[in-house]
């Protein structure tokens, strides 16, 4: 299987072109192809065949051609090369399978010939779509850049005479291309005919002017003098070739993507490759430079300048340049760094050669040794990134990923790894995939025959131990580290220690001043400046975070000035305010709030309150666990309404779990009573209905707060609703009620009057059901509450089901699904898919059942709703059952026994008398 895009646009199956592909499909799959890899959305798909005036039928003739390469493609077995994604669709040839890609990685080699062979008459020659003549030229110039290279490669070899006809042919194809006409030149001038070089000149500087007004660049005006001069520089002369490489270590692993840009991006003058310290960034130049050594015929030069190395000064740039300089063979060096300098780029302006600078401090410590005009390349490895030097392309490097991480450990240590894979990703995720520790890690483990793979991973659990498991005698991890902390300047070092003792997975500028108690704009400049170093990673903008070995070594060398302290009072602040801004009734003055101790910037919208709680949400609960005993009441009080309504139940628990914890060891009750309240409350949502029972039942025996008693209460009603122990639901519903209207508390009112509903209808009573429901309705609304909306819509949904109204009840349903949806609470909008399968169930379409039904199953697994998913399973059967899928209907019928077991509930005898029947 082929594809061909340098030419025709054909897919050639058996050596045959497959016929009857339309042309506009051909201008799909073209366009695919091209861009492979990469998702291509539908508007980008249409701006692409038509541009910007595209007929109303766009879209559907997109869709008809994806549909129609797609039958082409799997009538040849290739079905999997054209993929739908979320996004749109991308075109997934393998390796070997597109021409295009074989020309750019032959070229990348140096199989410069080769890679014109794959050329076919005009790229796209047969596609008329908008975008093909921009994508044409594209093709066409990287084909005459390839024939550029190849025509230097001949001339460097000698070969001027055997490639005259060829370049001339070229120049008559391409007569205004400047860089073909001096290399014809040049040919002609070592073939002995100088005067048919300089008409050659003329005819291209007169055609120059003629078509364009221009006069030749600089390079090719000093051509024709040194020509006219017949200067001895035009000469092909030897050079001696020098490789000073270090050894190409035989058990590199990974690192393709890298190596592969490196490759790609090698016509460049300079690539900066930085990283944190153990990162594997000298193996990887070192590894990239015998990789390219063949295109860089006049030598590969290699030089440690010491930056980053313990107990050594940084070498100068005039001791580097005469490292160089002698490396090249010369003998006759300047004395000064400026003279070195000219030097240096005049000699790489004659050579193609290739030269990894280890080790750079910053750009200032390369700078004297960059060249000018050349087709040489410069590796430059560095722990910090060299921002300031112009034109250099920068490649940071990540740790490695998990299964390049495997194959390195592997390559070293052998079958012990094969026998225990668990324990080696153990290690792995124990070594941060950093490259130096999984190295030393494994020569450990490769030097005692006696230990396991499990062994060593006990060894690595230890965290107060774990860097000075990661060192040899020759290095360590934290020799490694020590060194660039060492280069950072006083208040980086603080800040770099500060991080190490904030227990969250990241942090952002505002939370990092809290912690070193200064303003934000110092904080960010820190951060930026550690992220210069690589003593940072950056996932995500304005986000910074330490790599797990980095945290260890921060936290080993920090202290807390009270740190953490202030960086808790800074997440209860911002809590307070992002939960005020979007459930405004939730937020109140209570006493004992703590002052902020660094100002708190204010939250502006819904959206960036939003935004702010999902970034910091795990951060919080992290500080709140580890950090503290103070304000964790007050963190809670202010999060409980965004962790229940955003359905972030599991860090509800984890949060009121702590604040019980610690209002029990500090003796208040009223905190306690609280977060006992709480979680009665949230163990309901998540289906464990015995401890909702329980900490209810202890929120009642010690709480006074109207709140709490109403909170509890609803607790219990909902346990024994689901039990269907409808009586005892609603004389506890009926208590909440009372507390609810004693308060004045609408919002929570409107909450038990929409499970009071529920329960009503339970017991047969669907007028009053209604009523209730009617009335929990109007309170939402008028509160603004859309979650209380949504979960009485929902209700309503039910009701009128039950009423044989499934019609209303699919709006009801589908009413809340969007409200749910647009709160981003997937738990309940599950709730809301159930509610609409068993609606359209009840209207005797099974097969749209299955459909929300199956959706609801998703979004109730990722939440961890319980009482959901076994609602899902429930009507998956049913479903099934109705379409005659006997083993399916079994299949989801048991799924939803295990789990209706699991909670308790009367379901459970209903589903294992369905399941006897089928």
Not at 329 to 346: N, Y
Not at 653 to 678: I, M, N
Not at 839 to 844: C, I, K
Request: hydrophobic fraction near 45%; include cysteine; aromatic fraction near 4%.
């Amino acid at each position: 299987m082929r594809f061909t895009i340098l030419g025709p646009v054909q897919v050639i199956a058996d050596g045959d072109a497959v016929p009857g592909i339309a042309p506009r499909h051909r201008a799909v799959l073209a366009y695919l192809l091209l861009n492979a890899g990469r998702v291509i959305s539908m508007e980008k798909l249409i701006d692409a065949v038509w541009g910007y005036d595209p007929p109303g039928t766009a879209r559907s003739q997109i869709h008809a051609a994806i549909t129609a390469l797609r039958r082409t493609l799997r009538g040849v077995g290739a079905a999997h090369i054209l993929e739908t994604r979320p996004g749109g669709y991308v075109a997934l040839p393998e390796p070997g399978q597109l021409d295009a890609h074989d020309f750019a990685e032959l070229v990348a080699a140096g199989r410069f010939r080769d890679a014109l062979t794959l050329w076919n008459g005009d790229a796209l020659a047969d596609v008329h779509a908008g975008y093909a003549q921009g994508a044409r030229a594209l093709l066409e110039e990287r084909r005459l850049a390839a024939v550029e290279r190849l025509m230097e490669a001949e001339l460097d070899a000698g070969r001027h005479s055997q490639v005259l006809d060829e370049l001339a042919g070229h120049v008559a194809a391409q007569p205004l291309r400047e860089r073909l006409v001096g290399q014809l030149v040049l040919a002609l001038h070592r073939s002995g005919r100088q005067a048919d070089a300089l008409a050659a000149t003329r005819s291209y500087r007169t055609a120059l002017a003629e078509e364009q007004g221009l006069d030749p660049g600089h390079a090719f005006v000093e051509l024709e003098r040194a020509v006219l001069a017949d200067a001895p520089t035009l000469r092909p002369k030897g050079r001696i070739r020098s490789n000073f490489l270090p050894y190409d270590i035989p058990d590199f692993a990974g690192r393709i993507p890298e190596l592969d840009r490196l490759v790609a991006e090698h016509q460049n003058t300079i690539v900066t490759i930085d990283g944190m310290a153990g990162i594997g960034k000298t193996t990887l130049a070192v590894h990239a430079a015998h990789r390219l050594a063949d295109r860089f015929p006049d030598g590969q030069l290699f030089i440690d300048l010491r930056a980053h190395t313990g107990g050594q000064d940084p070498l100068p740039a005039t001791a580097a340049l005469e490292v160089l300089l002698r490396q090249l063979g010369l003998t006759d060096i300047p004395a000064t760094v400026t003279e070195r300098s000219a030097l240096w780029r005049a000699e790489l302006a004659q050579r193609r050669i290739i030269a990894v600078l280890d080790n750079a401090a910053d750009g200032e410590h390369v700078r004297p040794l960059l060249p000018g005009v050349s087709d040489s390349l410069l590796l430059i490895t560095s722990r910090r990134r060299l921002i300031g030097l112009d034109g250099a392309h920068a490649l940071s490097v990540e740790v490695l990923p998990a299964h390049d991480a495997v194959a390195l450990f592997e390559s070293i240590v052998g079958e012990r790894a094969a026998a225990e894979p668990e324990a080696v990703r153990e290690v792995l995720e124990l070594c941060g995939y950093l490259p130096l520790a999984i190295r030393i890690s494994a020569a450990r483990l490769q030097h005692r025959p006696r230990w396991t793979v499990s062994y060593l991973a006990g060894r690595l659990h230890d965290e107060r131990r774990r860097l000075a498991e990661l060192a040899t005698s020759e290095r360590s991890v934290a020799a490694a580290f020590t060194v660039s902390y060492e280069q950072l300047g006083t208040a980086e070092q603080r800040m770099f220690r500060l991080l190490g003792l904030a227990p969250g997975r990241d942090i952002e500028p505002h939370a990092a001043a809290a912690l070193a108690g200064g303003s934000v704009f110092e904080a960010e400049e820190l951060l930026e400046s550690l992220l210069d170093a690589h003593m940072l990673l950056q996932r995500e903008p304005g986000r910074y975070t330490l790599h797990d070995l980095l945290r260890e070594h921060a936290r080993s060398i920090a202290e807390d000035d009270g740190a953490l302290m202030r960086l808790l009072v800074h997440y209860l602040h911002r809590s307070r305010a992002a939960v005020h801004q979007l459930f405004p009734h939730s937020i109140e003055h209570r006493p004992g709030l703590p002052a902020p101790i660094t100002p708190v910037a204010p939250i502006n919208s819904t959206a960036e309150a939003i935004g702010w709680l999902d970034a910091e949400r795990t951060n919080i609960i992290a500080t709140v666990t580890h950090g503290p005993q103070v304000c964790v009441g007050h963190l809670a009080l202010a999060l409980r309404p965004y962790l229940d309504r955003r359905a972030h139940h599991d860090d509800a628990v984890t949060l009121h779990t702590v604040t019980l914890h610690r209002s029990r060891a500090l003796g208040d009750p009223a905190v306690e009573g609280r977060a006992l309240a709480d979680l009665a409350w949230t163990y309901w949502r998540l289906g464990d209905y015995e401890r909702s029972e329980t900490f209810a039942q202890q929120a009642l025996a010690i709480c006074e707060d109207t709140y709490e008693r109403s909170l509890a209460l609803n607790a219990l009603g909902n346990v024994a609703w689901r039990r269907r122990e409808s009586a005892k639901a609603e004389q506890y519903l009926k208590q909440a009620l009372d507390l609810t209207r004693i308060a004045g508390d609408w919002s929570r009112e409107g909450f038990v009057l929409g499970d009071l509903g529920m329960i009503l209808d339970q017991m047969g009573r669907p007028e009053e059901a209604r009523r209730h429901l009617d009335l929990a309705l109007a309170l939402h609304r008028k509160e603004g509450n859309p979650l209380g909306e949504a979960r009485v819509l929902n209700h309503l949904g039910s009701v009128l089901r039950h009423q044989g109204k499934a019609e209303e009840a699919m709006t009801r349903h589908r009413d809340a699904r969007e409200l749910y949806r647009a709160m981003g609470n997937s738990s309940d909008e599950a709730s809301a898919f159930n509610g609409l399968g068993e609606a359209a169930l009840s209207l005797g379409d099974p097969a749209r059942a299955i459909d929300e039904h199956a959706t609801a199953l998703a979004l109730a697994g990722t939440a961890h709703n319980r009482p959901e998913q076994a609602r899902a399973h429930d009507g998956l059967a049913r479903a099934h059952l109705r379409l005659g899928q006997d083993d399916r209907a079994r299949e989801h019928g048991r799924l939803a026994l295990r789990l209706y077991e699991e909670l308790g509930v009367p379901e459970t005898d209903e589903v294992r008398a369905f399941l006897k029947s089928t």
